[in-house]
């Protein structure tokens, strides 16, 4: 398994950044994706992006194409979301997920979640 462990969250002004760190434990990556979901009072949760880890493939979702970028650090087994030019829409609490079916979109997709870190944009 690969349980992942979020952190980075806080307090920003629109047209601020941020950056979302995901500490992943396991023994082995190997055809792990790993993916950040985010979940706004009152609404379902949703994908935001994710990661093939052996491929480094990566996957947006529409509404933060080209502001969000999602990386990883191979020694650290940290996956990264770089957070840049937020919205108020954009506050949520945000999901780090590891999953190995091979689909990205879905939270049923993946099987071991984080605690999730909140993340505020003051408009």
């Known amino acids: 398994q690969v349980q992942p462990v979020e952190s980075g969250g806080g307090l920003v002004q629109a047209g601020g950044s941020l950056r979302l760190s995901c500490a992943a434990s396991g023994r082995t990556f190997s055809g792990v994706t790993m993916g950040w979901f985010r979940q706004a009072p009152g609404k379902e949760r949703e994908f935001v992006a994710a990661?093939?880890?052996?491929?480094?493939?990566?996957y947006y979702a529409d509404s933060v194409k080209g502001r969000f970028t999602i990386s990883k650090d191979n020694a650290k087994n940290t996956t990264y979301l770089q957070m840049n030019l937020l919205k108020p829409e954009d506050t949520a609490v945000y999901y780090c997920?590891?999953?190995?079916?091979?689909?990205?979109?879905?939270?049923?997709?993946?099987?071991?979640w984080g605690q999730g870190t909140q993340v505020t944009v003051s408009s």
């Open positions: 997920a590891s999953g190995r079916r091979g689909r990205i979109f879905s939270e049923n997709d993946y099987d071991y």
């Open positions: 990661i093939r880890w052996g491929p480094g493939s990566t």
